[in-house]
């Protein structure tokens, strides 16, 4: 007689199938119906490897608005042992960075950073977008012109890196390297990675931290009017000792860096897929442009760049009527919870006339910084697009990276009608 399963233990099982086949190209591709499934076992739910899934946009985003809740700091990745994924040098270097503080040290490096994207600066940064922009789209038709092209790679992969590179002031003959090291960091990053690919984001930190630790020393020499360069003479005022200043500036430069070319190049990138696989939709903007910026929130609602985050319990308490005790994991799957029926009627319908809320940029203190920047470069992009090229069309589907929390298509591959 076969000893009988507990309903933990087949929802453990449950749950590792899901996650085995989310990291397939194949899940990647098309992970909505494993969201389903993840979601029917529960709107919380224990991980097999500790810890809990929040799949519920409701408990999702109590979670993210409650201060109670905190981020994974460097002190708790310190307690989960240095044989732990939170132990490896890149993760530890994460846990220093912005998203990675909590109150009171969140709000002091906060403060220092000021109103980074505000109506101001984007002015500033709108015409330069613009240009970029032009310049990505004349190159893209000149291939076109031979055939098939990957859109990913000649235009959601440069407008991003363009932007922040400009933006922090960095040599435009770095840009291609600095995107590369951005694309092997963001897998400490992920939910479950790899000895391999902590080891491939091991690498990528020390050589940024070695590039910005120069790049502060130029600017320290001549400083100048872009943000380094201001976060440097803020900083200076904050410390006495100028080290500190210095390494508060690189953790700052560092995340900036992070944060803009992967999520936002996921954006553009799922942006053009979904609306050339929505003929009619692309149609209606075409002719209601003042739609376009509620085309992106759909999007980001839809498949947003980052589909997981995590959080820790401060202190005991209870979520959802699950205990959960202080120090223990949370991960929000907000790619799932982003889909969840009692949030929106036919979650699973991609529909640029919904008004679409979402969880993709995260939520309260640690809401993204860089969210108004990366709406404006999608809707620079979008707009010129509608202008420029109204007969794109997909010539196969895209390629996927496989992952989980980071979504990344590697190849967009289009023609003209």
């Given at each position: 007689?076969?000893?009988?399963?507990?309903?933990?233990?087949?929802?453990?099982?449950?749950?590792?199938?899901?996650?085995?086949?989310?990291?397939?190209?194949?899940?990647?591709?098309?992970?909505?119906?494993?969201?389903?499934?993840?979601?029917?076992?529960?709107?919380?739910?224990?991980?097999?490897?500790?810890?809990?899934?929040?799949?519920?946009?409701?408990?999702?985003?109590?979670?993210?608005?409650?201060?109670?809740?905190?981020?994974?700091?460097?002190?708790?990745?310190?307690?989960?042992?240095?044989?732990?994924?939170?132990?490896?040098?890149?993760?530890?270097?994460?846990?220093?960075?912005?998203?990675?503080?909590?109150?009171?040290?969140?709000?002091?490096?906060?403060?220092?950073?000021?109103?980074?994207?505000?109506?101001?600066?984007?002015?500033?940064?709108?015409?330069?977008?613009?240009?970029?922009?032009?310049?990505?789209?004349?190159?893209?038709?000149?291939?076109?012109?031979?055939?098939?092209?990957?859109?990913?790679?000649?235009?959601?992969?440069?407008?991003?890196?363009?932007?922040?590179?400009?933006?922090?002031?960095?040599?435009?003959?770095?840009?291609?390297?600095?995107?590369s090291l951005t694309r092997d960091q963001v897998f400490s990053q992920e939910l479950l990675p790899t000895p391999s690919q902590l080891a491939l984001s091991d690498a990528a930190t020390a050589q940024l931290r070695e590039y910005f630790t120069a790049v502060?020393?130029?600017?320290?020499?001549?400083?100048?009017?872009?943000?380094?360069?201001?976060?440097?003479?803020?900083?200076?005022?904050?410390?006495?000792?100028?080290?500190?200043?210095?390494?508060?500036?690189?953790?700052?430069?560092?995340?900036?860096?992070?944060?803009?070319?992967?999520?936002?190049?996921?954006?553009?990138?799922?942006?053009?897929?979904?609306?050339?696989?929505?003929?009619?939709?692309?149609?209606?903007?075409?002719?209601?442009?003042?739609?376009?910026?509620?085309?992106?929130?759909?999007?980001?609602?839809?498949?947003?760049?980052?589909?997981?985050?995590?959080?820790?319990?401060?202190?005991?308490?209870?979520?959802?009527?699950?205990?959960?005790?202080?120090?223990?994991?949370?991960?929000?799957?907000?790619?799932?919870?982003?889909?969840?029926?009692?949030?929106?009627?036919?979650?699973?319908?991609?529909?640029?006339?919904?008004?679409?809320?979402?969880?993709?940029?995260?939520?309260?203190?640690?809401?993204?910084?860089?969210?108004?920047?990366?709406?404006?470069?999608?809707?620079?992009?979008?707009?010129?697009?509608?202008?420029?090229?109204?007969?794109?069309?997909?010539?196969?589907?895209?390629?996927?990276?496989?992952?989980?929390?980071?979504?990344?298509?590697?190849?967009?591959?289009?023609?003209?009608?």
């Amino acid at each position: 007689m076969e000893p009988s399963l507990t309903t933990s233990s087949v929802d453990r099982r449950a749950v590792v199938s899901i996650f085995s086949r989310l990291r397939t190209s194949n899940g990647q591709s098309n992970p909505l119906p494993l969201y389903a499934e993840l979601r029917a076992i529960g709107g919380i739910i224990p991980a097999p490897w500790g810890g809990h899934l929040v799949t519920s946009y409701n408990l999702c985003d109590q979670v993210l608005r409650n201060k109670t809740w905190q981020v994974p700091d460097s002190e708790w990745r310190a307690r989960q042992g240095a044989a732990t994924r939170w132990n490896a040098s890149s993760s530890r270097e994460m846990g220093k960075t912005l998203p990675a503080l909590n109150p009171p040290h969140h709000t002091r490096v906060r403060r220092s950073v000021g109103n980074t994207f505000d109506r101001k600066s984007l002015a500033n940064s709108k015409g330069s977008i613009e240009k970029t922009t032009e310049q990505l789209l004349d190159q893209l038709t000149e291939k076109l012109r031979s055939g098939r092209v990957d859109f990913s790679s000649l235009v959601s992969e440069e407008l991003p890196i363009i932007t922040i590179g400009e933006w922090l002031g960095l040599p435009p003959s770095d840009y291609h390297w600095l995107r590369s090291l951005t694309r092997d960091q963001v897998f400490s990053q992920e939910l479950l990675p790899t000895p391999s690919q902590l080891a491939l984001s091991d690498a990528a930190t020390a050589q940024l931290r070695e590039y910005f630790t120069a790049v502060i020393r130029e600017r320290r020499r001549e400083p100048g009017d872009d943000p380094i360069s201001e976060w440097l003479r803020t900083w200076d005022g904050l410390e006495v000792d100028q080290e500190t200043a210095d390494e508060a500036v690189y953790f700052l430069s560092f995340l900036f860096l992070l944060a803009a070319p992967e999520t936002t190049a996921t954006l553009l990138s799922h942006m053009v897929w979904l609306l050339l696989k929505h003929p009619r939709q692309l149609r209606w903007l075409h002719t209601h442009p003042e739609h376009i910026p509620g085309a992106i929130e759909e999007v980001l609602r839809y498949d947003s760049p980052n589909h997981v985050v995590s959080r820790v319990a401060a202190e005991d308490t209870t979520l959802g009527g699950t205990d959960i005790q202080r120090d223990q994991m949370v991960h929000l799957m907000v790619g799932v919870a982003n889909h969840d029926p009692e949030q929106h009627a036919e979650p699973e319908l991609f529909d640029v006339r919904r008004k679409a809320t979402h969880l993709s940029f995260s939520g309260g203190i640690h809401y993204c910084i860089g969210a108004p920047l990366a709406r404006l470069e999608a809707t620079t992009l979008l707009t010129s697009l509608l202008r420029r090229l109204p007969d794109l069309r997909l010539d196969g589907d895209p390629v996927w990276a496989p992952r989980v929390g980071f979504r990344r298509i590697l190849e967009l591959p289009v023609t003209r009608a």
